[in-house]
């Protein structure tokens, strides 16, 4: 775009730090840009896409963002905060057409894709939230919607988030998560040495078809066969295979038996996930034991096993619950208190909220 105006590349550069280094987002204040270009710029683009409509905190410091698009359109995205690091969870679309029947987001049905701004908004947004002196560390596409439907738009903020001009975040602290769209497995590892993450969540066609309606289309064998033949996949960079275990849906013996024959010959780590149940989905999460059955199990055949820590939970924050739910407002009905409240997330809701 500074190239058809004939505006030198430089200025691109410091348009850039000023808008993902500095932060500042009015033309105003660009200082260093010829007046002529900044008037040029604000009478074609608007550099701000998204607002945040609403942000809440949970007890365990999970920050969720509710962000509004020009269109009505609206978004989520989480910022863990953790001992050493920062990790963001971006959304890249308005709802997800994938409607897996475990999911918040999938029972929404599709909207529309986002946008490269919007993606980057989002973390602009969060960065502003983060404690003094801390900074983004890790940024993971596990919010709403299924990343490879939308990669145009995801391979364009990616280059953003790794140029060291702009966010220079390095390729590894990038995880993009699938449910499986196979063809855009190898296009997506071309733009950078990110990691994948790939939803599997069963080890047999019948029940990760109903689980992930996709796998009718890409079944098992099919993408863990694309998988081991990814030359971008190795040791160094291994597939992070997420897991979710559901309550005698999933979390067989036999199941925890099945999975290291099936990842045979693909470097991998497999994160176990308990099922974050919300109103969409008739699926529980096992119990604690079954849980650890289902690790040790992997863990003897020598699979690499986290069990994801859940975080986030109190605020409807945790993976696959995002869905936009607003907290009851106990103000509705004053005379009745806190009781449209009952878990006291009104009380959790920030108060610089900035609509
Ligand atoms: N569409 C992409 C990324 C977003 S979902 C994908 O499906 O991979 C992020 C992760 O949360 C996925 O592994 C997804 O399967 C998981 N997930 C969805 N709903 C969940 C739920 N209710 N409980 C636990 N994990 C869930
Ligand atoms: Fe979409 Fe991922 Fe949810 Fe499936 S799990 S509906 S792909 S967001």
Redesign the pocket.
Same mark, same amino acid.
Not at 273 to 278: E, F, G, S, T, Y
Not at 318 to 321: F, K, N, T
């Given at each position: 775009m500074f190239k058809q105006r004939g505006w030198p590349a430089y200025r691109a550069d410091q348009l850039a730090t000023w808008i993902y280094r500095n932060d500042v987002d009015e033309l105003d204040q660009m200082t260093n840009l010829p007046a002529a270009i900044r008037s040029e710029l604000a009478a074609e683009f608007d550099l701000r896409s998204l607002e945040v409509v609403e942000t809440q905190r949970s007890v365990d410091g999970t920050q969720k963002l509710l962000l509004g698009a020009f269109d009505g359109a609206q978004i989520e995205a989480v910022l863990i905060p953790e001992e050493r690091r920062n990790t963001l969870c971006v959304s890249t679309q308005v709802g /997800?057409p994938?409607a /897996?029947s475990? /999911?918040?987001?999938g029972a929404l049905g599709f909207t529309r894709n986002l946008t490269t701004a919007e993606i980057i908004d989002q973390v602009l947004h969060a960065m502003r939230r983060m404690e003094p002196g801390t900074g983004l560390t890790n940024l993971v596409?596990?919010?709403?919607?299924?990343?490879l439907l939308n990669l145009p738009a995801v391979s364009e903020a990616i280059r953003i988030l790794t140029d060291p001009k702009a966010f220079a975040l390095a390729p590894r602290r990038l995880t993009v &998560?699938? &449910?499986g769209v196979l063809p855009q497995i190898a296009p997506l590892l071309e733009v950078a040495p990110i990691h994948l993450?790939v &939803?599997l969540?069963a080890t047999t066609d019948a029940v990760r078809d109903v689980l992930v309606p996709l796998n009718k289309r890409y079944p098992i064998a099919a993408l863990l066969e694309t998988l081991r033949e990814e030359p971008r996949i190795h040791r160094r960079r291994p597939v992070f295979f997420?897991y979710?275990l559901m309550q005698g849906v999933n979390d067989s013996a036999e199941d925890a038996r099945r999975l290291p024959g099936l990842l045979d010959g693909i470097p991998s780590k497999v994160n176990v996930?308990?099922?974050?149940?919300?109103p969409d989905?008739p699926y529980r999460a096992p119990s604690r034991e079954v849980i650890d059955r289902f690790t040790s199990i992997l863990h003897g055949a020598g699979v690499r096993v986290t069990l994801r820590r859940d975080r986030g939970r109190d605020i409807d924050a945790? /993976?696959?619950?995002l869905a936009n739910r607003r907290p009851v407002q106990a103000a509705v009905n004053p005379a009745d208190g806190a009781a449209g409240d009952p878990v006291g997330r009104a009380a959790e809701r920030d108060s610089a909220v900035t609509p």
């Open positions: /997800c994938l /897996c475990f /999911c918040a987001t596409f596990m919010g709403m919607g299924e990343p &998560s699938t &449910s993450a &939803s969540h997420e979710t996930i308990a099922m974050n149940p919300h989905a945790a /993976c696959g619950q």
